[in-house]
């Protein structure tokens, strides 16, 4: 997982609670990603960031929030309008926009009841 | 967008045997096609990757055959071991400017011994 880390690593809440999951990383990556990780889904990207103090939204960024205020931080806040929050997320950075290998965070699987 | 298909969704093998994935993409510009490699609980890690201007790439065990013609790539795994049980995932993307990785929806990989 090599210089990025993802706390914790399970994580339960009740419906209804807004939830932050973190990314730290020190690799001095100016890339961060958020992805969801669903049984036969493969990886849906939720948000990235490009450098410090800039996101977008990816594919399924509906009822999630980011923040990107320092270059090593990227947390990722699960809302109450996540309809369905629970699955496992994967933190990644790379080097550059425009770059290659991404790499990835050992995981947060958060649990909803 | 980028569309990426990947089969079999999971695919059992004897130690010792070969193993093959296969992908197909949609976009004809993706020109960066890396292969990860995701342990049980883990992030998934970068296992080999290949580029447009090469049809083929080797290491030790395991290569990555491209064909941009009929956009599929693949990745073989000789000689398997039991340690090369796995979920393998296969992306896709335009190597300019910043463009997300496009997953597959990953394969599950058992070798038995």
């Known amino acids: 997982d090599g210089g990025i880390t993802q706390s914790p690593k399970y994580l339960f809440r009740k419906e209804g609670q807004n939830v932050t999951l973190s990314c730290e990383q020190n690799?001095?990556?100016?890339?961060m990603y958020w992805y969801r990780q669903d049984p036969g889904q493969g990886l849906r990207l939720i948000y990235y960031?490009?450098?410090?103090?800039?996101?977008q939204k990816g594919d399924i960024a509906e009822g999630y929030s980011v923040s990107r205020e320092k270059k090593e931080s990227f947390p990722l806040t699960v809302t109450s309008a996540q309809k369905n929050p629970t699955a496992f997320y994967l933190c990644?950075?790379?080097?550059?926009?425009?770059?290659?290998?991404?790499?990835f965070g050992p995981g947060t699987r958060l649990t909803v009841t | 967008g980028e569309n990426v298909e990947q089969h079999p969704s999971t695919l059992s093998v004897q130690e010792g045997d070969s193993a093959v994935i296969k992908c197909t993409y949609s976009?004809?510009?993706?020109?960066?096609f890396p292969w990860y490699k995701q342990e049980l609980g883990k992030g998934p890690q970068l296992i080999i990757d290949?580029?447009?201007?090469?049809g083929e790439k080797k290491d030790q065990r395991i290569a990555v055959t491209l064909n941009k013609t009929a956009k599929h790539f693949s990745l073989h795994i000789t000689e398997t071991q039991p340690e090369d049980s796995a979920v393998y995932f296969c992306?896709?993307?335009?190597?300019?400017?910043?463009?997300?990785?496009?997953f597959g929806t990953g394969t599950r990989l058992l070798v038995s011994p």
């Open positions: 690799l001095n990556h100016d890339a």
């Open positions: 976009d004809s510009a993706s020109n960066y």
């Open positions: 992306a896709a993307k335009r190597d300019t400017g910043f463009q997300k990785l496009v």
């Open positions: 960031s490009q450098i410090v103090n800039d996101f």
């Open positions: 290949i580029r447009s201007n090469v």
């Open positions: 990644a950075c790379s080097t550059s926009g425009s770059s290659y290998e991404q790499y």
